[in-house]
């Protein structure tokens, strides 16, 4: 069983930053790519950043040049660093994995909330 776990959200003002963490447990394929996903209020979840097992990463345009994703396979965790956050990020944020070759997420976190105050 595979269990993800978000942690790292929570207030910031605007222009500030925040790194959000991903703690993954069980047994993940080494083929499985990993994302960030978040949902504002009134909205469709979204996706925000993806590294797939080789280290490509792949942002949504709203976030490209501020946000980074990484990923630690020894410490099975993955990372978002958000800087300079803008209201319009304010959302919850979830991390997923997703399983090849039908390219679905099967495991998504609970997720946590990023806010940011302007």
């Known amino acids: 069983q595979v269990q993800l776990v978000e942690s790292g959200g929570g207030l910031v003002q605007a222009g500030g930053s925040l790194r959000l963490s991903c703690a993954i447990s069980?047994?993940?394929?080494?083929?499985?790519?990993l994302a960030w996903h978040r949902q504002a209020p009134g909205k469709q979840r979204e996706l925000v950043a993806s590294?797939?097992?080789?280290?490509?990463?792949a942002y949504a345009g709203s976030v490209k040049g501020r946000f980074a994703i990484s990923r630690d396979n020894a410490k099975n965790t993955l990372y978002l660093e958000m800087n300079s956050l803008k209201p319009e990020d304010t959302a919850v944020y979830y991390c997923a994995v997703r399983r090849w070759p039908a390219g679905v997420y099967v495991y998504w976190g609970q997720g946590t909330q990023v806010t940011v105050s302007s």
């Open positions: 590294i797939s097992s080789g280290g490509l990463r």
């Open positions: 069980g047994n993940i394929f080494n083929t499985d790519d």
